[in-house]
């Protein structure tokens, strides 16, 4: 689930707007440390210190997209690729420089620390809390973008930007809140995965390839794709580990390339 | 970016880089392990030149191809006891070419984002495979026992790297000629037409997929040799040569020379490796970045990498001069 709130996040800025960001878990990350930082230093309860690093995360996002990315949006695939590349590679020196080598440390609020109960069997509150966390998620974002105006706004810029430009929509100010969004999405998910993907100096390289996977194989810019091909790779993933553990993730990267070329697009994506 | 309708001809300044290799041989005996790592490098290098600059294939798995040729070569030394070092060489490249040809030609159908995917994905398999397959590979302890036998049983791999330095230069220049014979034929030019407009290649008649899938493995196969050299240059292999990260760093070092061009894939690797040599082992944190910036810094302003740079003020010297020449003619009037 987990990969969901954060790759959705990617899906929105990849799929919806059409760059290729690698650089999407230094978002997570920052997600992740600033949860950390906020609740050890200053004492902020859970439930604040989620929505810290969403806004916080946000705010970041603008100045870098305002500053750097809106400069790439109509350079080649190319570029977007290296200089994403280019923003991990410096996020993961700061990283390291700040917060020292070891995994930031998470404090669990004590509610969310114990069992619950269903059906006779014991699950874990805070995963609990996950699943219906990004299932609230999901209803959100699929309101907003399906039944706002808003929603309809950016889908209008991107299925052609010069049109919805000119009949006023602003869409260089339009990308840059779906940009944020975006980003703030991928830092809640960082920070509310804390606990389970340890946030570290190395995390937006190590966990690239999953939310790469995860969007390439959900299809990009749509929202419910992501959430399918995060159960199914998540599912599958345990799965094999379970089962057959000599053959490791290779099978979720066979799975990758069998659906790529069943269907380029992804499962549940449009053709550009 | 050069083309068909350059002058195909050796020009002097296209001796350069040997000059400065055999240079470096004999000036720096103490740094030959490392030059002819560097050497390796700069053969893959190009290998990725000449889909990604000149045919605009993006790729983040051409670690696949590497890696394979680098274990092809320690698997048939180290278990089966083949020595010999061309026998090595044949292999890799044999089964970088096969695996080239049989990915290429199923993935290069698709494009963008799917592609950069796929290819990912099947360097990460090779990765998966090598990691687990630890009866053959050795796992994540890697291969060691790899021994070569004397080239042409007269040249004995030594100590200081001598014989690798120049057994790795001659590779690289054996692929150098290929590349640049490929870059200046009409296949290079029609690969740059590719690049440039698909579309348009496919309207004039092109076969543009096939072109693709050949481009692809011959690429592939010399980052195979690239790879077995490296194994043999080493006599060890890990699985460091496999994965998203060594094609991240390959990708940059391309970046940083200059995409597109002959001599970027001779430029970046040098800087990098030298750079990384001095730099990675006492600031890492540094060193991350310097990198990363740098990379920024190259997509924003300056596309060509160091060679565009260089080539720019070059035209504005050369411009000033011009001018300076024609005022200098018009005040003498």
């Known amino acids: ?272 | 970016m050069s083309g068909y309708t350059s002058n195909p001809r050796i020009r002097w300044q296209e001796s350069l880089p040997w000059i400065l290799a055999l240079g470096a041989f004999f000036l720096m005996p103490e740094y030959l392990s490392l030059g002819a790592r560097i050497l390796t490098y700069i053969l893959w290098a190009l290998s990725l030149d000449l889909i990604l600059g000149y045919a605009g294939i993006i790729t983040l798995g051409h670690s696949a191809f590497f890696g394979l040729g680098a274990y092809t070569a320690g698997i048939l030394s180290a278990r089966y006891g083949v020595t010999d070092p061309f026998l090595q060489l044949l292999a890799a490249a044999a089964a970088a070419a096969l695996l080239g040809i049989s990915t290429g030609a199923v993935i290069l159908r698709t494009k963008a984002l799917t592609l950069l995917m796929l290819t990912l994905a099947i360097t990460s398999i090779v990765l998966e495979i090598a990691n687990k397959a630890s009866w053959l590979t050795g796992g994540a302890d890697g291969l060691s026992g790899v021994t070569v036998a004397p080239i042409l049983g007269l040249f004995k791999f030594d100590l200081f790297g001598r014989t690798a330095f120049l057994y790795c230069l001659v590779a690289l220049f054996l692929g150098w000629l290929i590349v640049r014979r490929l870059i200046y034929s009409p296949f290079g030019a029609m690969l740059t037409g590719i690049r440039e407009n698909t579309t348009r290649m496919h309207a004039v008649g092109a076969p543009v997929y096939w072109r693709l899938v050949l481009v692809y493995t011959i690429s592939a196969t010399m980052a195979g040799i690239a790879g077995a050299l490296l194994t043999q240059v080493n006599q060890f292999v890990g699985l460091n040569v496999l994965g998203l990260e060594p094609s991240g760093d390959l990708l940059v070092m391309l970046i940083l020379g200059g995409v597109g061009r002959l001599y970027g894939a001779f430029v970046g690797p040098v800087v990098y490796l030298i750079a990384q040599d001095y730099l990675a082992k006492q600031y890492p944190e540094y060193w991350y970045f310097g990198i990363g910036l740098l990379l920024i810094v190259v997509v924003l302003f300056a596309r060509g990498g160091i060679l565009g740079l260089i080539d720019k003020v070059r035209d504005k010297w050369l411009q000033a001069l011009s001018r300076h020449r024609s005022s200098a003619k018009a005040s003498a009037r």
Not at chain 1, 76 to 100: H, K, N
Not at chain 1, 106 to 133: A, E, K, M, N, S
Not at chain 1, 219 to 240: E, K, M, N, Y
Not at chain 1, 243 to 265: D, S, V
Request: proline share 4%; charged share 10%.
């Open chain 1, 1 to 272: 689930m987990i990969l969901y709130v954060i790759s959705v996040g990617l899906s929105i800025t990849m799929g919806l707007m059409g760059f290729i960001n690698l650089a999407h878990g230094v978002f997570a990350m920052a997600g992740g440390y600033i949860l950390s930082t906020v609740m050890a230093r200053l004492g902020v309860p859970f439930p604040l210190a989620l929505a810290c690093a969403f806004l916080v995360v946000s705010l970041g996002s603008v100045v870098l997209e305002r500053l750097l990315y809106s400069r790439l949006y109509a350079a080649g695939e190319l570029s977007q690729v290296l200089f994403s590349i280019g923003l991990i590679l410096m996020s993961m020196a700061v990283a390291r420089l700040v917060f020292g080598n070891l995994a930031a440390p998470i404090f669990l609020p004590d509610y969310l620390r114990g069992q619950v109960h269903v059906t006779g069997r014991d699950f874990p509150t805070y995963r609990v809390f996950l699943i219906f966390f990004s299932a609230l998620l999901i209803v959100l974002l699929w309101f907003g973008v399906e039944r706002t105006r808003w929603g309809a706004m950016v889908r209008a810029a991107v299925d052609n930007r010069s049109m919805a430009q000119s009949v006023g929509i602003n869409t260089s100010h339009l990308f840059m809140i779906t940009f944020a969004l975006g980003s703030g999405l991928a830092g809640l998910g960082g920070a509310l995965g804390a606990d389970i993907l340890p946030v570290q100096w190395s995390y937006p390289f190590e966990h690239l390839v999953s939310f790469l996977i995860v969007v390439a194989v959900g299809g990009l810019g749509s929202l419910c794709g992501p959430f399918v091909a995060a159960l199914l790779i998540g599912v599958a993933d345990t799965a094999c580990k379970y089962w057959i553990p000599e053959f490791g993730a290779f099978l979720i990267y066979a799975a990758t390339i069998g659906i790529l070329l069943w269907r380029p697009m992804g499962l549940f994506g449009v053709r550009a």
